[in-house]
């Protein structure tokens, strides 16, 4: 059942090597130069942004994760008192599983909790094609107050559950139409395998407001799956795919020069402030996290909200070395170099 694997998930996620072994994000080949003399004052950078309507204290979001059972509904919430507390954008895991048993709504919603953060629903594009629509997505939307909608892609991942869905036919004008009737910004996001020049041309003009690379060198959703599929004993992939993907700032660097115009989110390896640091110099306009933010909240709230500041502290200090006072400052430096 759907509620399982959603547990199954969460499990593996926290017990399990689940992260590319070889295959890495990118940020590594990209230094900054540092400044000895930066000429401004550290406690004058500023990493606030607006973003569809909604203040953010900085370029952060907690990447959707998850919902559907009690443990993801403590996670929720402690990621939300976080977020709400700190000032960054959050989105929520798949909704399918709160669509198809309404009951379980409650593990996703999280605006009592966090009443001015920017939040998204999500659903998997894939779903467009076994019945979804412009009224689902609505009621995805509606279900957590969203202030917009996430689809993600995940066609490796489908490929991988003996139980996927795997018709991924004609789902760009699919987008399209939703984009056109849903009351909110649609946005697009990977699950770990990036987005190539390719996908990227194909949507840009579909009415998407932003994508999430959501990059190859972070967590892996091909372990995961066959870390279920092993403890089933219907394992049929080898490991053949355990370095698939785009690397998150290639992915990042390709849909930039084809879709400038949109909101850029950069998620897949992100770990560090410095890495989000790069992250918004390559052209993000925020980055992305989920595995640091799910093992910190299965803690608490007050574990969350201590990583988010220590990652704001890092992104301050890398914009400080290299007198950067503000994101659009960081996002034109002249001071970031490729090594390798």
Not at 129 to 154: Q, R, T
Not at 278 to 305: C, E, F, N, W, Y
Request: hydrophobic share 45%; glycine share 8%.
């Amino acid at each position: 059942m759907i509620q399982n694997r959603k547990e199954e998930h969460l499990r593996i996620c926290l017990e399990e090597n689940v992260e590319a072994h070889l295959l890495t994000s990118g940020f590594e080949k990209f230094r900054f130069i540092h400044q000895a003399l930066p000429e401004i004052d550290r406690d004058e950078i500023d990493v606030s942004l607006t973003l569809f309507g909604k203040k953010l204290c900085a370029p952060i979001l907690i990447s959707p994760m998850t919902g559907g059972s009690e443990a993801g509904k403590r996670i929720n919430r402690n990621l939300a008192l976080a977020a709400q507390k700190v000032g960054v954008a959050m989105g929520v895991g798949s909704q399918r599983i709160a669509l198809e048993f309404p009951e379980l709504a409650h593990t996703f919603q999280i605006r009592d909790l966090a009443p001015d953060i920017l939040l998204f629903a999500n659903l998997g594009a894939v779903q467009l094609n076994y019945g979804y629509g412009v009224k689902e997505c609505l009621k995805a939307v509606e279900m957590i107050e969203a202030d917009g909608l996430i689809f993600h892609l995940n066609a490796l991942q489908e490929a991988c559950q003996p139980e996927g869905n795997r018709n991924f036919k004609g789902l760009t004008a699919k987008i399209g139409e939703v984009c056109r009737n849903l009351p909110v910004p649609v946005l697009i996001k990977e699950c770990g395998w990036g987005i190539s020049r390719e996908v990227a041309r194909r949507l840009k003009d579909t009415g998407i407001q932003g994508i999430d690379v959501a990059g190859a060198g972070g967590t892996s959703w091909f372990f995961i799956e066959n870390y279920r599929a092993k403890a089933k004993k219907k394992a049929y992939l080898s490991d053949s795919f355990r370095e698939w993907g785009i690397p998150t700032v290639e992915s990042l660097l390709w849909v930039r020069e084809v879709a400038p115009h949109l909101i850029l989110i950069a998620s897949g390896g992100v770990r560090t402030g410095l890495d989000i640091a790069k992250a918004i110099s390559l052209g993000a306009t925020m980055a992305g996290l989920a595995l640091p933010m799910l093992k910190a909240a299965t803690q608490s709230a007050d574990a969350v909200t201590e990583k988010l500041t220590i990652l704001i502290e890092e992104l301050k200090t890398a914009m400080f070395c290299i007198g950067a006072s503000t994101l659009e400052e960081l996002r034109n430096t002249p001071y970031l170099q490729r090594v390798s």
